[in-house]
Structures are given as C-alpha cells and as structure tokens.
C-alpha cells in the first residue's frame, strides 16, 4: 500500500463505537478500524468473556448497554463518554431478529426489535451527532440488511426495522451533511456468522438461499469490514445517504 492510499484509509487519531462489535460483522469492522488507527469502543449489551476478548483483541476498550431499553442506551452513552473524550465514528451494527411469522409475532418481540434495531439507533444519533457537527467532521454508519430489500416472511418485523434504518439514514445525511458529518448505510447479506448457523444446518434452505445468490456463494464478516472502512475513513468523505449492499448480488 502506497503513502496515499494508506493515508485516505487511515483513521489514525480517531475514536470509534462499533455496537454490537463482541462477535460477527461488528467485531470485524472493529478489528479493521483498529488495525487503520483508531481507538475502538468495543460493544455489548452486557459484561462478557466475549466481550473483553473482542476488545483485547483490537487494544480496544470495553463498553456495555442493553439496547433494547431507552435505559440501557444512556448507560451506554454515558460509559463511552467516560472511555473516549469524543467519538468521531459512530457505526450502528447491533441488532436483534426472530425468525417467526408475522402471525406469531407479539406486541412485546414487535417492541423489542424496534427499540433494539430502530430506538437504539435514533437515540445514539442524538446522542453523538451534534458534537461531530460542531467539529465539522464525523462519520455515521447504520449497517442493514438484505431484507429491507427482500423481506423474508420469516423476518417480518426485522426486515421492517431495517427498512426504518434506511429512512433515518436519510433523513440524518441531509440534515448532517452542511456539517462534513457523512451518514450511510452499509447492507449485508447472508453472511457467515454465528447468528446464522442454525438456520443454514438445512441443507434444503442453504440451497435455497444459495439460487438467490448471484455470485453463488455465502459472504463473511470480512467482507463488511472493508466497506465500513471505505465510508469511515477521508476515502469516502464524499459518499452519504447512500444503501452499500454487501450481497454477492443478492439484493437485485
């Protein structure tokens, strides 16, 4: 990697919240933002071996809150204001999902998802945007899904929080981007992580979401991590408000 490659990538002298980051595509984006510079805020909702082995392995630093209560999130807010003097990344990875029917779904799972994947997100946007726009600079990244673009029946609530997401990105690239303050969304589709083990045990369902796949194959966490880079760093300075499905083509 040439010096100006490696400098429009760099985030060196930045400061990150990665939600979610104990596991999956969150600690991937954690681990790739941390070997371009940064000090990670690595996430979860509660105290954990996986969490602290998440954060030492990044030189990152450990933060808890339950996203699925208003509660839970200004926990979190007020532990990352106590790790990190400012935040000058802030990526909305965590979420929660069920696979269920919409008729199986209950007001109590409808509320859960939409304050975990939704709530959490406005709230921490609220929370962190205003300083990045006093300072002129900062980078938003919610991160989606396939099923905002292809609503599983099993997924219904799920696909519609993420579809949610979608329009706050929207809304906050236009109203942050006056302020050098980018807001985008970064969509997965299947990858491999441990949230999606069971339901690909079904070697009659892999198959199926395997035909849906253009590039015929399923993605990993790695492959998230480099586009939330992109976005994060001065190579994406002029890139927001946009949908960056990382899908082997499985959104078209």
Do not use: W
């Not at 941390?34 to 030492?56: P, Y």
């Not at 992580?193 to 590039?215: F, H, M, Q, S």
């Amino acid at each position: 990697m040439n010096d100006l490659t490696g400098s429009m990538f760099s985030l060196a002298g930045q400061t990150a919240l990665v939600t979610g980051s104990s596991r999956g595509i969150g600690r991937a984006i954690a681990e790739a933002f941390a070997k371009a510079g940064a000090k990670v805020l690595v996430h979860g909702s509660k105290e954990s071996a996986a969490l602290r082995e998440a954060a030492e392995a990044c030189g990152g630093v450990p933060v808890v809150g339950d996203l699925s209560s208003s509660d839970g999130v200004r926990a979190l807010v007020d532990g990352c204001r106590a790790a990190a003097p400012r935040l000058d990344i802030l990526v909305l990875n965590a979420s929660t999902q069920n696979y269920v029917t919409l008729e199986e779904y209950g007001e109590a799972e409808f509320l859960r998802e939409f304050q975990t994947n939704v709530g959490s997100a406005f709230q921490l946007v609220q929370a962190f945007a205003p300083a990045m726009c006093e300072r002129r600079r900062g980078r938003i990244i919610a991160v989606g899904s396939v099923n905002q673009f292809r609503p599983s029946p099993r997924l219904t609530v799920y696909s519609a929080t993420k579809a949610a997401l979608q329009s706050l990105v929207l809304n906050a690239a236009k109203s942050y981007a006056p302020f050098g303050v980018t807001v985008n969304n970064l969509v997965p589709g299947v990858i491999l992580t441990d949230r999606n083990v069971e339901p690909l045990k079904d070697d009659a369902y892999r198959a199926k979401i395997l035909d849906l796949i253009p590039a015929g194959n399923f993605g990993c966490p790695e492959d998230c991590a480099g586009a939330a880079l992109l976005l994060a760093s001065d190579a994406g300075r002029y890139i927001t408000g946009i949908e960056l499905p990382v899908t082997g083509g499985m959104h078209l």
